[in-house]
């Protein structure tokens, strides 16, 4: 069965740190890109990076860029989410689906991220 | 990279047709065949319902139908039931420095 499962997020403070992690499992994870969506709380949802298969191609949302750094261990099937300099309009669910061809799918349960003092 | 513009909300009965529309540019949806859309019931993760424009991924109820015409991609679902109340999501791969753009979400009521 294919999955994917987020993790890492919580409570985090303005300017703190996270790391988001997402284990995949049930397909080969090394020969798609990945990514990482973000919806905060009731509002839709918006792309925020991608990465290829081999790292060699990566992208972030204007809203992330110098903030947040994509990375993946293909021997550990997992994709990671660095995030520094957090702010309050970074509180979201945030999910890891896969693109296959030129589509998202699957999508993980996502992992809740609260920036707040 | 502006988000493709979709109603705030659509509905109707069971049993009627529904259309949502996604209008985006020549730079996203007017220029490639790589639109997708996804079904997100609440506090559930969304889930693809349609990939290049009108392709059915295995399992998707054919209830289901997406088209193009110029810069606006649409979904159709015929045969409302109770259970596709949902919010629904178009996505586009776009040539912008950013390959990818959402929809703001349509909130589908079933009455």
């Known amino acids: 069965e294919v999955q994917l499962v987020e993790s890492g997020g919580g409570l985090v403070k303005p300017g703190g740190s996270l790391r988001l992690s997402c284990a995949a499992s049930?397909?080969?994870?090394?020969?798609?890109?990945m990514n990482w969506v973000r919806q905060a709380p009731g509002k839709g949802l918006e792309w925020v990076s991608s990465?290829?298969?081999?790292?060699?191609?990566?992208y972030y949302a204007d809203s992330v860029k110098g903030r947040f750094t994509i990375s993946r261990d293909n021997a550990k099937n997992s994709l990671y989410l660095q995030m520094n300099s957090l702010r309050a309009e970074d509180t979201a669910v945030y999910y890891c689906?896969?693109?296959?061809?030129?589509?998202?799918?699957?999508w993980g349960q996502g992992t809740l991220v609260t920036v707040s003092s | 990279q502006s988000a493709l513009t979709q109603p705030a909300s659509v509905s109707g009965s069971p049993g009627q047709s529904i259309t949502i529309s996604c209008t985006g540019t020549?730079?996203?949806?007017?220029?490639?065949?790589?639109v997708s859309w996804y079904q997100q019931h609440t506090g559930k993760a969304p889930k693809l319902m349609i990939y290049?424009?009108?392709n059915r991924p295995s399992g998707v109820s054919n209830r289901f139908s997406g088209s193009k015409s110029g810069n606006t991609a649409s979904l159709t679902i015929s045969g409302l039931q109770a259970e596709d109340e949902a919010d629904y999501y178009c996505?586009?791969?776009?040539?912008?420095?950013?390959?990818?753009?959402f929809g703001g979400g349509t909130k589908l009521t079933v009455l």
């Open positions: 020549s730079s996203d949806v007017g220029g490639y065949n790589y």
């Open positions: 290049e424009v009108s």
């Open positions: 990465i290829s298969s081999s790292s060699s191609y990566i």
């Open positions: 049930g397909f080969t994870f090394s020969s798609y890109s």
């Open positions: 689906p896969c693109t296959i061809g030129n589509w998202f799918d699957p």
């Open positions: 996505s586009s791969y776009t040539s912008s420095s950013t390959p990818w753009v």
